[in-house]
């Protein structure tokens, strides 16, 4: 059985957090970069040990509620929220990401006991239709 008082905490939490929380564009530029070099770290390894210092500016933004999430390979729906999509291909059904242009960053949000997190940067992605194996 759910609290009920909790509930109702939720409710006016989100009530009170309609408007976008507001990050520097600045902020996101970093956030973006930061992604690209992982993901290049990863295309074409890395012989400096550079992953540990990704990892520690990933954890700094962390500090603040900021975080990214990739979605490559993740399967997309129109009604997704979280993603702009760009269709490559002729094919409409079972889409999946198959270039991520910038991730989706997101806020974590405390009030008290509750946390939510909200989209600041839609990802933006190219999705492809894959065929049934």
Excluded: C, W
């Excluded at 930061?34 to 890395?46: A, H, N």
Aim: no cysteine.
């Amino acid at each position: 059985m759910v609290d009920r008082q909790k509930v109702e905490s939720v409710e006016q939490m989100l009530k009170n957090m309609e408007i976008q929380p507001q990050i520097h564009k600045s902020i996101l530029t970093a956030m973006n970069q930061l992604y690209e070099i992982e993901q290049k770290l990863k295309k074409y390894s890395d012989p400096g040990n550079l992953q540990r210092n990704v990892s520690k500016m990933k954890d700094a933004f962390k500090e603040f509620g900021l975080s990214y999430e990739d979605p490559m390979g993740q399967p997309f729906k129109e009604t997704r929220t979280d993603l702009d999509a760009t269709i490559s291909g002729s094919g409409t059904e079972n889409l999946v990401v198959v270039e991520v242009i910038k991730p989706i960053i997101r806020i974590l949000l405390r009030k008290e006991s509750v946390e939510l997190k909200k989209v600041v940067q839609k990802g933006i992605v190219i999705v492809e239709s894959q065929k049934e194996s």
